[in-house]
């Protein structure tokens, strides 16, 4: 059954003659070719004289040389100048042409690094904007309970510098860096996230359960303290820790912070007291 199908479409090609070659002459570059029967109809000879015949481009074929291995090539006269400029023959010859340009090209001056980097600065898509294309959305909760939701965390560190004058003495260029470094590590996808940064929590819709916000000691004297940034407690009552580490010269408020946190109730470590102070409950 198969056999007479293949014989019946051999006798039908035959009776048609559809698979003979037919000469034709190209009605642009006026090239003899051949063509079957079924592609009787053609007028062209290339694609190149298709697409002069039909009005889209006007191709213009040159000869060129390669510039790494010497080898005739054939460019179209959009490649023979300019940005697309085709210099090499293979990908191989590119990547080679590339390595000499790159190594004899000149460096760049200061002047024009500093022209490069302040363009770069101002670029909305790569620039400390929330418009960057690499932005990811925050949200904060502050000390005092207001909640603030921003994209690029350095812009809004330099936008809202004066919500840390408490911190920093001087809110220049440097207390920027340090307070973006501060809020990074309170992100919930770092690896190693802190609680808190001076007061400040990182919002996730509710409430914080993680950190409590105000921390209550009492001291071996039986006076509380109670406040919220640790470190900046310990560093301006020094004189408390004088009888721990013998002069206020030699006392660690590192050492300190560290002790205290784990007088804490969230604390995973937490112990009972550390140098006579505990925590107050009431």
């Known amino acids: 059954m198969i056999a ?17 070659p037919v000469t034709l002459t190209c009605k642009v570059c006026g090239k003899a070719f051949t063509a079957t029967r079924s592609k009787y109809q053609r007028k062209t000879c290339s694609q190149e004289c298709f697409a002069n015949i039909r009005g889209r481009s006007r191709i213009i074929w040159r000869t060129s040389t390669c510039a790494i291995c010497g ?25 080679e042409l590339r390595k000499i340009i790159s190594r004899n090209k000149p460096p760049l001056s200061e002047e024009m690094k500093q022209i490069l980097a302040e363009k770069n600065r101002r670029n909305p898509r790569i620039g400390h904007f929330p418009t960057n294309v690499n932005a990811k959305e925050y949200s904060f909760k502050s000390p005092e309970g207001r909640v603030y939701r921003c994209r690029n965390l350095h812009y809004f560190a330099n936008k809202r510098r004066t919500l840390f004058a408490g911190i920093f003495k001087e809110l220049d260029d440097a207390a920027v860096r340090r307070i973006r470094g501060g809020l990074v590590s309170i992100v919930p996808w770092r690896r190693h996230a802190a609680y808190s940064w001076y007061g400040w929590t990182w919002y996730d819709g509710g409430e914080p359960t993680r950190f409590p916000f105000e921390y209550s ?61 505990t925590w107050h409950d009431g």
């Not at 007479?4 to 003979?20: A, I, P, T």
């Not at 054939?74 to 490649?79: H, L």
């Not at 406040?227 to 013998?246: A, C, N, P």
């Open 4 to 20: 007479r199908k293949r014989d019946m479409k051999s006798k039908k090609k035959r009776s048609h003659g559809l698979s003979l």
């Open 71 to 95: 080898k005739v090539i054939k460019v179209k006269s959009s490649e023979t100048g300019g940005r697309g400029f085709k210099r090499t023959c293979s990908k191989e010859c590119h990547t």
């Open 217 to 277: 000691l009492k001291s071996p004297q039986g006076k509380v303290f109670k406040f919220i940034l640790l470190h900046r407690f310990v560093t301006g009552h020094r004189e408390l820790f004088t009888e721990i580490y013998k002069g206020v010269e030699n006392v660690n408020p590192r050492r300190i912070s560290c002790g205290f946190s784990t007088l804490a109730p969230w604390s995973k470590c937490r112990r009972k007291s550390w140098h006579g102070w």
